[in-house]
């Protein structure tokens, strides 16, 4: 999965504050409000499967059109063809993967900042004093805004992306 250009495989994911696929260094049009939330709520959970009950509720509250599901199954489509733009229709693909009920989004500490952030920090309790000083610059350094910026108000307000937020702010305080 690798590629420099809009044409080409998505190389990596940014989910620590703006969500957004990238393809080298162009950053990718992830497409309209709720597919972006969609992007960025698979981001979160960072690998993790997400049920599509959950991602009705964090896309359209307590009150979902009932179209909803057949709704986030065309993002998925969407976001696959953007993630690999080279798939055929209906292939399960490397990236966004079904299973458990819901999606989920493969990813690791080399395609993910999220999950570097978290790998950084990590390393850092156990540094000496000025490599967790490196180690923490370069975890905070991976944040682009709040977490989940770029997405409509109300489902950045859902609880998983303000538990993100809070991850920011406590882990980048954090003290060994």
């Known amino acids: 999965m690798s590629g420099s250009a809009e044409g080409d495989a998505t190389d990596a994911v940014r989910g620590a504050g703006a969500c957004a696929p990238l393809a080298g260094d162009v950053e990718l049009n992830s497409g309209a409000p709720q597919q972006r939330a969609l992007l960025a709520l698979l981001l979160a959970y960072a690998g993790r499967p997400v049920s599509l009950d959950e991602m009705v509720d964090v896309l359209w509250g307590q009150d979902p059109p009932s179209s909803s599901v057949n709704v986030v199954h065309r993002y998925v489509g969407n976001l696959r063809r953007l993630l690999e733009p080279g798939l055929p229709p209906r292939a399960e693909g490397g990236w966004l993967l079904r299973g458990a009920g819901g999606y989920r989004l493969k990813a690791d ?8 952030f978290r790998h950084l920090i990590e390393q850092a309790r156990s540094a000496t004093p000025a490599e967790a000083v490196e180690q923490y610059a370069e975890a905070l350094a991976l944040w682009q805004g709040e977490a989940a910026a770029g997405i409509p108000a109300e489902v950045r307000s859902r609880l998983v992306f303000a538990a993100l937020e809070q991850e920011r702010c406590s882990r980048g305080r954090t003290s060994r």
């Open 109 to 116: 500490a080399g395609t993910l900042d999220l999950l570097r």
